[in-house]
């Protein structure tokens, strides 16, 4: 076993170990932490398979973003995990059923997918690389090219999920506090300040005389 297949191997256990935390991590915290390992774990198989560009987009884009978001989300919502974990039982069944499937499925497309024959095992290993060889230039040119359509498909669906958050989170609340600037800019001192002139409901008392023996003192 060379270097690059035990790397492989410790990378690929590293990994399933953090999925499995998971799934199993008591702390909501702790779970995206382990998470952020998965992520790392996969990209360094990437780059093993000389993936360079989906490597480094996985790091910046979903440890870099999407993960730090989770994290800030996760730390603020400050959420109670024993109210979670109430119905835990009562779906594990149907959850243990599609779980069960989903390997199924991924282990049919694993074993029958992605095992070349002997055929192509022989023409990828004829076929020279070129020097000047390029992963991302490749991904460019099938993405663009035969891949495109179901390209500009999936910008459309993000771009309506975009501007279905931003409607979301624009509703008008009756308890917000937010403050029109130009109402400010516009505001007069006549329309925060009256002074309003109100008469005397009755006249004041005289002042009480002074003893005899205070003026004397």
Known sequence: MDVRTGLFYFFSAVLLFAAFRVITARNPVYAALYLVLAFFQASAIWLLLKAEFLAITLVLVYVGAVMVLFLFVVMML??????????????????????????LE???????GFRPSEDARAAAAATPVAADYSNTKELGKLLYTQYLYP???????????????IALTLRRRKDSKAIDPSV??????????????????????????????????
């Open 78 to 103: 400050d959420i109670n995990v024993d109210s979670l974990r109430k119905g835990f039982w009562k779906h594990f069944p149907l959850a243990a059923a599609f779980g069960v499937l989903i390997a």
């Open 106 to 112: 991924m282990a049919a497309v694993l074993m029958g």
């Open 151 to 165: 390209l500009e498909i999936a910008a459309v669906i993000l771009l309506v999920a975009i501007i279905a958050a």
């Open 184 to 217: 400010q800019v516009r505001v007069r001192s006549a329309d925060r300040l009256q002074v309003v002139k109100m008469p005397a409901v009755r006249a004041a008392e005289p002042e009480a005389a002074p003893a005899a023996g205070e003026a004397k003192a």
